[in-house]
């Protein structure tokens, strides 16, 4: 029988087999403690270096925008992020630098103490071995512990450029992320380095095990902990962190607001204000679409919830800088408010209550927040302050005095209103007979309906600020079909010529329709976007498409191009749908079935031009556009004018038909065209809609199957308790 050979001892390591530190520390003692007293000398001259910089920071006279810089004594931590540059870091910044240079100060000179007064003579080599391992593996990771900790500092304190660097992806701010990586990966290596030479003693020393363990295990759970952090912080700003479950798609908002909120040129502040306690539905609707607006702007709107008693401090200073916050949050029935700042020192201002949250449709609450929220910002988004918009009153034009005795077919006045209401400023324009001039903040300059001719000298001022290049002046023209002195023939509006200018034609004759169902008569024409406008993704075009393909008008002219223009180019925006046809003078209603009778005789209808469809009563006039190839549109350009063939469609009496909370589409499309005119982003967008409010009836209780509720419960408990029994029958056979 062979005896059993016993189990050989483990063998220390080879003394210096990869140590090179270690037999350093272990055979030089006296100049391994002197390299570590240096080293602590180091640590405390940046500690000095340091702590001057941040009190120095404190102390040092500062003008206004310093004195905001300074450290809060009850945490110095909790300061800005600094502003870009090293030479310009604030207090709080380096009071991270010198506690975190004087705990290094500590451990290097813990460790030449250790070094200088232990006694080890009476020690054998391998004792010296294992303790010269044991100070490198402290020392490491003391110094790795507190480069770790000032990383991690420094990362919180300049989150705000980490997030900044992944949703506008500004390189200037990368810096700002690396610096406090780095910092926390050279911490991550000290400790990582420390370890290895304490490895060759961890199977034969239990305090060396413990410990080698516990830092792999500490590492372990701070690079999870940081890799964690990380791309939680990636997602929330690369992924979208909100999920609409509603039916309606509620809490969406439109691709426009989406472009708008990612294309302003300055930060917005949105602060949603509530002044009592029981807030209505609407406000917390308010508080979900702008979490989402915030998400899908990169960093361009900033959103704040304040409450009146919680944050009354800060309340206290919006309500000083903006009177028109305390005069809406005074108001009896408001019981919340949407406070929009942005410019330099949040000078512009827009403050909406929450009684505008929400309009009423057929006696059904609708929220408008995101279509008011897109106006709104569309303004601020204007450095130029309101557009200021004329309209001629010199020659029986459409008034828009609200005092003026008129009929409703001759008033504009609810378009007025409209237009101010979607933050457009309206200005009458009377021409004096001599020297007639356009008002140098003119955006745009409309004609509406006039009943004689305006003067050579009028319309030559009208010419002067549309085709002089440095005016850059914007004009609508709304040309209405009135008969002519003794009620024959078409009158003439004074702007022909002008028009011709711009390559348009003004048809002298009155157009008439055949109606296409009971409810239209024949001065009626239904008037279609052309397909050509369409393809060209004219503003103007696409916007109505969304909400109707077609306008009612009433007794329209035609308004086509004059010629092949190469400087002016006007694309067709409006024709007529059905049959139409001409007529010289204007049809008294009491002959208008004989007249049509008469349109049976083929000579008739090629002397009146019947045709059915495509008829021209609109045109969008660019300059410098590429001239219309064969069923082309006309590509590029700046807007210069728009001419419709029609006013009546913007008159009050169009304006009575609809209910106190809507507006006639033909209002709308005047309000798109003033935008296109003045090439913005129209506060008229139609892609977005106020979201009707759905109540859920619940079932009644004979209707509800309650065998899934009851039965799917205990199924699932029994499996739960059979999946747990088996598990430990298969432990305890085992």
């Known amino acids: ?8 001892a483990t063998r220390p390591a080879a003394p210096g087999a990869g140590e090179p530190l270690v037999e350093f520390v272990r055979t030089k003692r006296g100049a391994a403690s002197g390299v570590l007293g240096a080293l ?45 540059d090293p030479a310009n870091l604030k207090r709080g910044d380096f009071n991270v630098g010198w506690m975190s240079c004087m705990l290094a100060f500590l451990v290097a000179s813990l460790g030449a103490l250790w070094l200088s007064a232990r006694d080890v003579r009476d020690r054998t080599e391998d004792q010296k071995r294992t303790e010269a391992r044991l100070l490198v593996l402290g020392i490491g990771q003391g110094l790795g512990a507190v480069t770790m900790l000032a990383g991690l500092a420094l990362l919180y304190r300049w989150s705000d450029s980490f997030t900044k660097w992944l949703e506008t992806s500004d390189t200037d701010e990368l810096r700002w992320v690396l610096i406090p990586l780095m910092t926390i990966i050279t911490g991550v290596g000290l400790v990582f380095v420390a370890i290895q030479p304490a490895r060759a003693e961890e199977r034969s020393n239990a305090t060396v095990r413990r410990i080698v363990y516990g830092s792999n295990f500490f590492l372990t759970f701070l690079l999870l902990v940081v890799a964690f952090v990380g791309f939680n912080v990636v997602v929330a700003a690369k992924v979208s962190n909100k999920l609409d479950t509603t039916a309606t798609g509620f809490y969406e908002i439109s691709e426009s607001t989406k472009q708008l909120l990612a294309g302003l040129k300055e930060p917005v502040n949105a602060y949603l204000i509530t002044a009592e306690e029981g807030t209505r539905q609407s406000t917390e609707d308010m508080r979900q679409l702008l979490m989402t607006a915030q998400d899908a702007s990169r960093g361009n709107l900033r959103v704040k919830f304040l409450d009146a008693v919680a944050n009354r401090s800060e309340l206290r200073t919006l309500v000083g800088k903006y009177p028109q916050l305390s005069l809406t949050l005074e108001k009896v029935d408001v019981g919340a408010a949407l406070l929009l700042t942005a410019g330099e020192d949040e000078k512009r201002s827009a403050v909406v209550p929450d009684t505008e949250f929400t309009t009423t449709v057929d006696r059904r609450p609708v929220f408008q927040g995101e279509p008011r929220l897109f106006r709104e910002l569309v303004a601020l988004s204007n450095t130029d302050g309101k557009p200021v918009v004329y309209f001629t009153q010199s020659n029986g034009e459409l008034s828009i005095d609200p005092a003026a005795e008129a009929p409703d077919d001759r008033k504009a006045t609810r378009l007025r209103a409209y237009l101010e209401k979607n933050y457009m400023e309206v200005r009458p324009l009377a021409f004096p007979l001599e020297n007639p001039t356009v008002p140098a903040d003119a955006a745009a300059v409309v004609v509406a309906g ?50 011709t200018t711009l390559n348009v034609r003004l048809g002298d004759k009155f157009v008439y329709s055949i109606p296409q169902d009971r409810r239209q008569d024949f001065r009626q024409t239904i008037a279609g976007i052309t397909n050509v406008a369409v393809a060209a993704k004219n503003e103007v075009a696409v916007t109505m498409m969304k909400v109707s393909p077609a306008v009612m008008l009433e007794l329209p002219r035609e308004v086509a191009a004059a010629g092949p223009n190469s400087d002016y180019q006007p694309l067709p925006l409006l024709v007529t749908d059905g049959i139409t046809w001409l007529e010289d003078d204007r049809v008294d209603e009491a002959q208008i079935e004989q007249v049509v009778e008469q349109l049976n005789n083929r000579a008739v209808q090629i002397r009146k031009n019947v045709m059915e469809g495509g008829r021209p009563v609109a045109a969008l ?29 913007v008159s009050d009496a169009v304006g009575r038909r609809m209910s106190p909370d809507a507006a006639p589409l033909t209002y709308k499309l005047v309000g798109v065209t003033l935008d296109w005119l003045r090439d913005r982003p129209s506060v008229f967008g139609s892609d977005m809609e106020g979201k009707k409010y759905a109540e859920y009836q619940f079932p009644q209780a004979s209707t509800v199957d309650t065998t899934r509720a009851l039965y799917f419960p205990l199924a699932l408990t029994f499996l739960t308790v059979v999946g747990l029994g088996t598990a430990v029958w298969f432990v305890r056979r085992k």
């Open 1 to 8: 029988m062979t005896p059993t050979q016993p189990t050989p």
């Open 40 to 84: 602590a000398v180091v640590f405390l001259g940046f500690a000095v270096f340091f702590a001057l910089k941040a009190f120095g920071t404190a102390a040092a006279p500062a003008d206004k925008d310093k004195a905001a810089e300074k450290a809060n004594p009850d945490n110095p931590l909790e300061l800005p992020k600094p502003a870009g």
């Open 450 to 499: 006039p009943r004689s001719p305006l003067a050579p000298a009028a319309a030559e001022a009208l010419k002067k600020y549309v085709t002089d290049k440095g005016k850059k002046g914007r004009l609508l023209v709304l040309a209405g079909a009135a008969p002519g002195p003794n009620n024959q023939g078409m009158a003439k509006t004074g702007l022909e010529d002008l028009l």
């Open 621 to 649: 006039v660019s300059q410098g556009a590429a001239p219309a190839g064969r069923g082309a549109p006309p590509t590029g350009g700046t807007p210069v004018a728009a001419v419709y063939g029609n006013a009546q469609f």
